[in-house]
């Protein structure tokens, strides 16, 4: 991967490169999005595009890097603060609330690359594996906290049935499934 630029502007046009790309991804596909899409989309030119990233393979690993970081950035705070089973229940409604009320589509950004990247692409498979397992040990410690049984196991399955729940959702038209999945999982931690 290539170094950041040195500069605020090279920090910034790599970021805006970065910003467009995951959006893209996240809305059509890793496969479905050209790099001239995210040249028009990003407002740079292509030699900027390829001064940031040797090629689409360097840009889809740098997208999953900030995919995992956006997560879990997301996730933290929320997970940090689980102290009670209503805590719980508040953060998978929020997980819920935020397809119900965005204009994004129903998946997971993670789950999205894994779904595409994950057999073909050795490193961005690594890379995911790695963002879900921090996302679980987050979830886990804060399972802990309410001093659930197997707390690991359960952060699985609640990964598990966010992850099901989204695609049969997506499938669907319909956040029920979401819902059912998430409610199933949460009366095992007796939330």
Known sequence: MSAAP????????????LDATATLFH?????????????AASGTGKGQLYHYFADKRE?????VERQVATVLDAQRPRLEQLSTPAD?????????????HGDHPVRCPLG??????????PEARAAL??????WADALADGLRRLRVDEPERL?????????GGLLLSQVRG????LRTALDVALAAAGA
């Open 88 to 100: 719980l229940r508040a953060w998978a409604d929020e997980l819920v609330d935020s397809y119900a």
């Open 27 to 39: 809305r059509q596909g890793v496969s479905a999005t050209g790099l001239d899409q995210v040249i």
């Open 155 to 163: 952060a699985t399955a609640l990964l598990s049935a966010y992850q």
């Open 174 to 177: 319909d956040l029920a499934p």
């Open 112 to 121: 999205a690359l894994a779904a595409e990247l994950a057999e073909g692409d």
């Open 6 to 17: 040195p500069t605020d502007r090279g920090r910034a046009t790599r970021e805006r490169i």
């Open 59 to 63: 840009l889809v690993h740098a997208v």
């Open 129 to 134: 594996e790695r963002g879900f397992a921090l």
